[in-house]
């Protein structure tokens, strides 16, 4: 019989309770009651965490492909070379992609997807994956807390529901040149990166610099040296190469424990390749597999993925605008859309200090957890800061420290 996996609330009690018995046990009284606090926070500290890596090393041992089966050895090293090292690997990639793999006379697509499948259900015999079917007050009794990747400013941070770029999710921001889209993703990256967090960056335009996150640190006091180790940047020129990477993602992140993922941007390559409305099938196709895969491993490594996208100007002179590229595709693909729109200069009071900064609208497009709600961003040498557009109109200042 399957063994029930603790939740991190239930883990937590046990700790508690290990710690309680423990004190209690004790004869010898240390002097006073601080050491005494002093000395139960540590052996908190040490439960919590050998609780930690026990459960680690308990969840390697059950994720591994060969507790699946029919499975083999040569099919499970056929699965390594695309990154799929691990049963959440399999349960969260795509019948084409593991058929191309491992695919012959004797293993069909349809072996391909059954594969899949089985890994989906073992995972949640295991308590990893939740059941089909939950009831919703379940759901929030059980709800997992989300990782969150500070941009920087608290501004920004609290646009995004407070903390940042949220974790098991997509965040797409799309407007035209010249808005801070590339900004917004520097300023996350060193951010991320000095909180010894890793980061992967994926760069399809050549617009990343070292020198601009060297600035960037400057500006903010930190640590330059550690946030340049803590960042890699993967520079891709072809779409292909694109796709291929993504495929092989779940790789990546297992040799380099990422927890942050930048594609800047997500539509570039495909909008110079694909012309014509001939090839616009291929290139939305290959645009569902991207995000498709980028979606899933968000979830299943639980990993945040930040994307930028370009926009196009409606050639409708009736519905006049910009929108984003890529269509429903990525629309309906991304968890969080932002839009960024031109402001033009826009003086503000910074330390103390007036000075005129580029500025945008920032406007929260669509969520399924955050509200509608519209800001002002502002460009600088210290990055992005966000300023309450209702306080701020083209006569008006605002203190902002």
């Known amino acids: 019989m399957a063994t029930k996996t603790k939740t991190r609330k239930e883990l937590l009690k046990d700790i508690e309770d290990q710690v309680?018995?423990?004190?209690?046990?004790?004869?010898?009284?240390?002097?006073?009651?601080?050491?005494?606090?002093?000395?139960?926070?540590e052996t908190k500290e040490s439960l919590e965490n050998k609780i930690d890596q026990e459960k680690e090393e308990r969840k390697k041992m059950e994720l591994r492909l060969e507790n699946l089966p029919r499975i083999g050895p040569i099919t499970i090293q056929k699965l390594r070379t695309i990154g799929i090292i691990d049963i959440w690997g399999l349960s969260s990639a795509s019948a084409r992609a593991v058929y191309d793999v491992i695919g012959s006379n004797t293993v069909?697509?349809?072996?391909?997807?059954?594969?899949?499948?089985?890994?989906?259900?073992?995972?949640?015999?295991?308590?990893?994956?939740?059941?089909?079917?939950?009831?919703?007050?379940?759901?929030?009794?059980?709800?997992?807390?989300?990782?969150?990747?500070?941009?920087?400013?608290?501004?920004?941070?609290n646009f995004f529901g407070g903390g940042g770029i949220e974790g098991r999710a997509m965040t797409e921001i799309y407007g035209k040149y010249q808005t801070g889209k590339t900004q917004i993703c520097f300023c996350t990256a060193a951010t991320t990166a000095q909180n010894d967090k890793r980061v992967l960056y994926i760069d399809t335009e050549n617009t990343y610099y070292a020198t601009r996150i060297q600035?960037?640190?400057?500006?903010?006091?930190?640590?330059?040296?550690?946030?340049?180790?803590?960042?890699?940047?993967?520079?891709?020129?072809?779409?292909?190469?694109?796709?291929?990477?993504?495929?092989?993602?779940?790789k990546y992140i297992n040799e380099n424990k990422y927890e942050l993922i930048i594609v800047d941007s997500i539509i570039a390559l495909h909008r110079a390749e694909f012309l014509g409305r001939g090839s616009l099938s291929d290139r939305q196709q290959e645009l569902a597999r991207i995000m498709g895969t980028l979606v899933k491993v968000a979830e299943a490594y639980d990993v945040a993925v930040l994307v930028t996208n370009q926009v196009l100007d409606s050639p409708?002179?009736?519905?006049?605008?910009?929108?984003?590229?890529?269509?429903?595709?990525?629309?309906?693909t991304s968890t969080h859309r932002v839009?960024?729109?031109?402001?033009?200069?826009?003086?503000?009071?910074?330390?103390?200090?007036k000075v005129k900064r580029d500025a945008s609208k920032i406007l929260m497009q669509d969520s399924p957890r955050y509200a509608r709600t519209e800001s002002l961003l502002?460009?600088?040498?210290?990055?992005?800061?966000?300023?309450?557009?209702?306080?701020?109109?083209?006569?008006?200042?605002?203190?902002y420290s």
């Open 20 to 41: 309680i018995k423990q004190s209690s046990s004790t004869s010898t009284v240390i002097e006073g009651e601080n050491n005494n606090k002093e000395e139960l926070k």
């Open 108 to 157: 069909t697509q349809q072996a391909c997807t059954n594969f899949i499948v089985s890994a989906h259900m073992y995972l949640e015999e295991k308590g990893y994956l939740k059941k089909p079917i939950i009831n919703s007050q379940f759901m929030l009794d059980n709800e997992v807390v989300r990782k969150r990747f500070s941009t920087g400013d608290k501004g920004l941070d």
């Open 215 to 250: 600035e960037i640190c400057e500006e903010k006091g930190y640590d330059s040296k550690k946030v340049h180790k803590n960042i890699d940047i993967m520079p891709v020129n072809s779409a292909s190469m694109l796709s291929k990477y993504v495929e092989e993602i779940r």
């Open 339 to 353: 839009y960024l729109k031109s402001y033009g200069k826009k003086e503000v009071t910074i330390n103390g200090k």
């Open 316 to 332: 409708d002179p009736l519905k006049p605008g910009s929108y984003a590229t890529g269509g429903n595709i990525i629309a309906h």
């Open 378 to 399: 502002t460009l600088g040498r210290d990055g992005v800061r966000v300023h309450d557009a209702a306080k701020l109109s083209n006569e008006e200042e605002e203190e």
